[in-house]
C-alpha cells in the first residue's frame, strides 16, 4: 500500500477531532483526541506570564507529561497539602487516577500531554473524565515561582 493523506471525512469516521484554543491563563493548547475512547495528544505553549492550570482529577484517564523546552511544575494533593516537583526538559510524569493534580508553566515553557487509560466517566456519561477541584487551586494558584522552587526542593 502506498502513503496518502487522510481525508477529513475519513479522519471524522474514525473518532479523531482537533480543538485549538487559548486559555484563560493565555497557554496555548493545540488538541488531538479521540472521541471513542477520550485518549489525545496536547501540545501546550505557556502564555506571556508565567501560570497555573486548573487543578483536577481524572477517574480513569491517566495524563503522561513531557517538558520539550523550558521546566513545568507539577503539584499534586497527598494528605490535604501539596507535594510538588520541578520537571525540566525531556523528563516526564504520568498522572494516576484520583489524585488531584496541577500544573505551572513559567514563560517560555513548550510541554506534551498524552491522555490514556480507562475512560469510564466520558463512556457512560458522554462527559470528559475531568473533575475540578477547586481546593487545590486554592492551594496552589496563590503560589509563586520563588514559592514552587522553594517547595520542590523541601519534597
Known amino acids: 500500500m502506498e502513503k496518502r493523506r487522510l481525508s477529513s471525512t475519513e ?23 479521540n472521541e471513542n475512547d477520550g485518549s489525545g495528544y496536547v501540545r501546550i505553549v505557556a502564555g506571556t506570564e508565567g501560570a497555573w492550570q486548573n487543578a483536577h482529577f481524572h477517574t ?27 520537571l525540566r526538559e525531556e523528563e516526564m510524569i504520568v498522572s494516576e487516577p484520583g489524585v ?14 498524552v491522555k490514556f487509560g480507562s475512560n469510564v466517566a466520558e463512556k457512560i456519561s458522554g462527559k470528559a473524565d475531568w473533575h475540578s477541584s477547586p481546593e487545590f487551586d486554592k492551594l496552589t494558584k496563590s503560589l509563586s515561582e520563588y514559592q514552587i522552587m522553594f517547595r520542590a526542593n523541601q519534597c
Open 11 to 33: 479522519v471524522a469516521a474514525s473518532g479523531m477531532i482537533n480543538n485549538h484554543e487559548q486559555m484563560e491563563n493565555g497557554e496555548l493548547r493545540f488538541r488531538l483526541r
Open 100 to 113: 488531584v493534580h496541577n500544573t505551572y508553566l513559567p514563560v517560555g515553557a513548550i510541554i506534551h500531554c
Open 60 to 86: 480513569g484517564v491517566r495524563e503522561c507529561v513531557i517538558v520539550q523546552k523550558g521546566w513545568m511544575a507539577f503539584a499534586k494533593k497527598i494528605d490535604g497539602g501539596i507535594h510538588m516537583r520541578i
